[in-house]
């Protein structure tokens, strides 16, 4: 069974900083690409960056330049650091992880979920 667990959440006024963290855990072989969504109050869930095993990073146009996305593999981790944050990055933020497990199986999992509330 595989985990992802979040943390780093929480609310700051615009302009602030926040890191957002995720760790995987379980009966892991290897994780491919791992990815952070969001989804805001009335919306569909977006993509919002991506990272590869070998560090390629991704970012949606609304948050390039403001967010880091990186990872560490020895630790099945990835984080996600928000700079510059406005109000419209109100929303929960996902941890997604593409990966296969011992057993030889391949697929997407999801972590519960962390609130980020940005004031104006």
């Known amino acids: 069974q595989v985990q992802l667990v979040e943390s780093g959440g929480g609310s700051v006024q615009a302009g602030g900083s926040l890191r957002l963290s995720c760790a995987a855990s379980g009966s892991i072989f290897t994780i491919y690409t791992m990815a952070w969504y969001r989804q805001a109050p009335g919306k569909q869930r977006e993509l919002g960056a991506t990272i590869t095993s070998g560090g390629f990073t991704n970012y949606t146009d609304s948050v390039k330049g403001r967010f880091t996305i990186s990872r560490d593999n020895t630790k099945n981790t990835v984080s996600l650091q928000m700079n510059s944050l406005k109000p419209e990055d109100t929303a929960v933020y996902y941890c997604?992880?593409?990966?296969?497990?011992?057993?030889?199986?391949?697929?997407?999992?999801w972590g519960q979920g962390t609130q980020v509330t940005v004031s104006s």
């Open positions: 997604n992880a593409d990966l296969r497990d011992m057993t030889g199986t391949r697929r997407s999992y």
